[in-house]
């Protein structure tokens, strides 16, 4: 059986879990930072309102309501059904990668004004990307700070979530040979700079894209 771990906690219905289904694949997962809400004050005009990750999302709607007429935009297909949760139906939903997100949100956002409710480490892609072009207002919602002390799992295939994820991780232990993935080119940017060569990264930066990768032919795990 291939064991998998992953830097995120999984719901129940999480895609990745049916994997474990059909005997292959053992996966676990468990976020290595540590978060806690921040206390904002009254949101500012705004034209739209764009988040990076459920985290924001959940964070941000412990607090406030989408205000009305306020449209709405999203990193990814994750952070979109979170949206849903609550309620909201995103008119934007990018596909994870910053550079092409960037770019498809800039069409329907241009001159106008957006929020980005965000973590206090963040990397503030989207941003940096449309300062410029858009009026970007940042929001920091919540903290994400590296857990100083966990124990280092025992595994096949390493999926790392985040550039702090990954962070927390190498600052305890160094690589042993897993297979690496990594969510986003942000992250593999990341870890590449540790000197690992081979980095996966799916398709979509949702957990159904790292089931796709997961499960294609073409890979060889063994």
Not at 40 to 63: G, H
Not at 76 to 89: C, D, I, K
Request: aromatic fraction near 10%.
């Amino acid at each position: 059986m291939i064991s998998v771990f992953i830097t995120r906690e999984l719901k129940p219905d999480s895609p990745l879990l049916t994997l474990g289904k059909h005997g292959k694949f053992s996966i676990t997962g468990h976020s290595l930072l540590q978060f806690e809400k921040i206390v904002f004050a009254p949101l500012p005009k705004t034209d739209w309102i764009f988040f990076y990750s459920s985290n924001a999302v959940r964070f941000f709607m412990e607090q406030v309501a989408i205000p009305l007429g306020v449209e709405v935009g999203c990193m990814g297909t994750g952070t979109a059904e979170t949206l849903r949760q609550f309620g909201v139906e995103p008119r934007f939903i990018g596909n994870g990668k910053p550079e092409e997100t960037a770019l498809n949100f800039l069409e329907h956002c241009q001159g106008g004004r957006v929020l980005f409710p965000r973590a206090k480490h963040s990397k503030q892609s989207i941003q940096k990307l449309l300062r410029g072009k858009i009026i970007d207002i940042d929001l920091v919602a919540y903290s994400n700070t590296k857990k100083k002390i966990f124990r280092r799992p025992v595994c096949d295939i390493i999926i790392f979530t985040s550039p702090l994820n990954a962070e927390a991780f190498f600052d305890l232990y160094n690589y042993d040979k897993e297979i690496i993935i990594a969510i986003g080119t942000t992250t593999r940017s990341y870890i590449s700079r540790k000197g690992i060569e081979k980095i996966l990264v799916p398709q979509t930066a949702d957990e159904a894209g790292l089931k796709e990768l997961l499960s294609s032919p073409e890979i060889e795990w063994s």
